[in-house]
Nanobody, 123 residues
Framework: QVQLVESGGGLVQAGGSLRLSCAAS????????MGWFRQAPGKEREVVAA????????DYAESVKGRFTISRDNAKNTVYLQMNTLKPEDTAVYYC????????????????WGQGTQVTVSS
């Protein structure tokens, strides 16, 4: 079992930056692929970014390419999402997730989920 705890969400002005962190525990963190997802009110949960077990493969939603960066520090059992040039449409609850696969992009492929952290971007 993997336990995940997100932090770093909050309010930010459009054009600003925010850094989300996800601390993992419960098993060998380096053996899990990781992802960030988001869900806005009335919308389906969607992938934002994913990173492979070793961190050598990443994938991003088209809407965040060039603005967001996912990274991981296996020594610290932590995955990050650096969000730059934030837009109001980025407003959502952001979830950290872990998969037993080495890498995955779809929500259905993930086995463990954090509680979510709210990100609100104002105009």
């Amino acid at each position: 079992q993997v336990q995940l705890v997100e932090s770093g969400g909050g309010l930010v002005q459009a054009g600003g930056s925010l850094r989300l962190s996800c601390a993992a525990s419960g098993r060998t963190f380096s053996n899990t692929g990781m992802g960030w997802f988001r869900q806005a009110p009335g919308k389906e949960r969607e992938v934002v970014a994913a990173i492979s077990r070793r961190g050598d493969t990443t994938d991003y939603a088209e809407s965040v390419k060039g603005r967001f960066t996912i990274s991981r520090d296996n020594a610290k059992n932590t995955v990050y999402l650096q969000m730059n040039t934030l837009k109001p449409e980025d407003t959502a609850v952001y979830y950290c997730a872990a998969t037993e696969r080495w890498f995955a992009s779809s929500p259905t492929s993930y086995d463990y989920w954090g509680q979510g952290t709210q990100v609100t971007v104002s105009s």
